[in-house]
């Protein structure tokens, strides 16, 4: 069985940092694709960041310049580095790699 554990979430100040970091359970990494997504309040849940195991990277538009998805596929490890952080990227955030999903972990941006 397969499992995915994500870490790194908490309570950031806005224009601050933080490092999400999804680490998987077996070698899958090598031969999937792997994502991030997020869901807030109310709101439906939408993709983040993606990356191949070719290496091709994906970002949401509201997302651009600020996340950078990478991948270790020693460690069968994807992060998620975030900065600037905005209020309006508060959710919960879920790591994907092939049709598995991570437990999630909460981000919270608020002074």
């Known amino acids: 069985q397969v499992q995915l554990v994500e870490s790194g979430g908490g309570l950031v100040q806005p224009g601050g940092s933080l490092r999400l970091s999804c680490a998987a359970s077996?070698?899958?990494?090598?031969?999937?694709?792997a994502g991030w997504y997020r869901q807030a309040p109310g709101k439906e849940r939408e993709l983040v960041a993606s990356?191949?195991?070719?290496?091709?990277?994906w970002y949401v538009q509201s997302v651009l310049g600020r996340f950078t998805i990478s991948r270790d596929n020693g460690k069968n490890t994807v992060y998620l580095h975030m900065s600037s952080l905005k209020p309006e990227d508060t959710a919960v955030y879920y790591c994907?790699?092939?049709?598995?999903w991570g437990q999630g972990t909460q981000v919270t941006v608020s002074s």
């Open positions: 077996g070698s899958i990494l090598s031969f999937n694709a």
């Open positions: 990356i191949s195991s070719g290496g091709n990277i």
């Open positions: 994907t790699v092939s049709h598995y």
